[in-house]
Structures are given as structure tokens and as C-alpha cells.
């Protein structure tokens, strides 16, 4: 399989991908955040998010220590290449579609301002309770943390600094700069497309390795 660590060495690949999943995922993470808590009253609404960076926070964590030993197991590198192929599925629908209403809604809700200049914020979104808003976030948390996590663990896996460094980074991204990436890849698309080749090209790799782990098994069964 072709593999950029010839060329540029596996830790600046590693450190290179990490930067490029977070920047791509950081994004969709702060729109959930952002959209969940945009129909809430404005007392409520960084309550809110406050809420979903911390949940977000402690689940990556949890998912980052639970990662990286579980894809030591044999057959569970390739399982998790074949989830992360699903990932990039969900991502690429998503960059086909687009939402700018819900987009501009989040947004305005991360920064509490009127960008559009309507004269409301996050105005057009559905009211909901507080409770409501915060199942919503930790649901879509769960989902979008462990596909953070699952990529950053199949690029970095063989060097475990690198693997810390994508998580603080993408922590770091989701709590001070959410609404920054956000627009960020409104902008420039260009940038989700690149962190989506990215994604794509860790979960080949992880299902070609974990494939070479397995078919010695597969072949030993069957003789």
C-alpha cells in the first residue's frame, strides 16, 4: 500500500494528519454544539454550550484510553477502518448538502451576536427546554467525539505524543476557536475536502493493516 511515511517520515505525516482531521471535524462538532443550544432563551443558551465542550471534552478523554488499546486487538483495527470509512460517508453527505440557515443559527449562537444582521440571534430555530438541548449535545457528542478519536488514534497510533497532542489540540479548537473553524470552513471548503482525504486515506490504511493482522488467522481457520 502506498504509504507518505517514505517520503516525509511517519511522525511529520502523523502530526500533519492529526492537524488536518481536527481542523475538519472541530467544525461539525461546534455547529451540533451551536445549533442544539440556538433554540434556547439567551440566559440558557452558554449554559448550553459550556455543556457540550465539557461533555465533549470528557468524552475524548474516555475514548482516547479505551482507542488506543482496543485497536491492539487483532480484527478490531480492521473493524474500526470500516467504521471510520462510514465516517467519511456521513462527512462527505454533509459537505454535499450543506445547511447555511442552521449553519448561520449555530454560529450566532457560539458567539451570542446577530451576524446576519436580522435583528434576532439564531433567530428561525425551534424553541426547546434546556433539558432537550442537553440530551441533544451529549447525544451527538458521543457520535462525533468517538469519530474524532477514532481517526486521531488510526493516524498517530505507533506514536503516542502526537496521539495526546491531536486530543488536546482538538479540544482546544472546539472550546476557544469553535465558532472561528466554523465559518472557517464555511469560507473555504477546500479545507473539509482536505480533512476529509485525510480520514479517508487513515481508514484505507487501517483496513489494509488490520487485514494483514487478520488474514493469517482467516487462512489458518480455513486450511
Not at 517520503?7 to 454544539?33: R, S, T
Not at 486487538?73 to 442552521?102: D, F, N, P, Q, S
Not at 448561520?104 to 446577530?114: I, P, Q, S, T
Request: some cysteine; glycine content about 10%.
Amino acid at each position: 500500500m502506498f504509504d507518505l511515511s517514505q517520503y516525509f517520515g511517519p511522525e511529520v505525516v502523523a502530526f500533519l494528519m492529526v492537524i488536518g482531521i481536527d481542523l475538519a471535524l472541530a467544525g461539525d462538532n461546534a455547529i451540533v454544539i451551536g445549533l442544539a443550544a440556538a433554540g434556547l432563551p439567551k440566559e440558557q443558551r452558554n449554559k448550553a454550550i459550556l455543556l457540550g465542550v465539557l461533555a465533549a471534552t470528557v468524552l475524548r478523554i474516555i475514548f482516547a484510553l479505551l482507542t488506543t488499546q482496543l485497536l491492539q486487538i487483532v480484527g478490531l483495527l480492521l473493524a474500526g477502518g470500516i467504521l471510520l470509512l462510514w465516517v467519511c460517508w456521513k462527512m462527505w453527505r454533509e459537505l454535499r448538502t450543506g445547511h447555511e440557515a442552521e449553519q448561520h443559527a449555530a454560529e450566532e449562537a457560539l458567539e451570542g451576536r446577530d451576524i446576519n444582521q436580522d435583528g434576532t440571534i439564531a433567530g428561525g430555530v425551534p424553541r426547546k427546554t434546556f433539558s432537550q438541548a442537553a440530551w441533544q449535545i451529549v447525544i451527538a457528542d458521543v457520535s462525533m467525539s468517538l469519530d474524532n478519536v477514532l481517526a486521531v488514534a488510526g493516524a498517530a497510533r505507533e506514536h503516542p505524543y502526537i496521539l495526546a497532542f491531536g486530543l488536546l489540540l482538538s479540544i482546544a479548537l472546539m472550546g476557544v476557536a469553535a465558532s472561528y473553524i466554523a465559518r472557517l470552513l464555511q469560507r473555504y471548503r477546500w479545507i473539509a475536502y482536505v480533512g476529509l482525504a485525510i480520514i479517508l486515506y487513515v481508514a484505507i490504511k487501517m483496513i489494509y493493516e488490520g487485514w494483514v493482522e487478520v488474514a493469517p488467522l482467516v487462512n489458518g481457520a480455513v486450511g
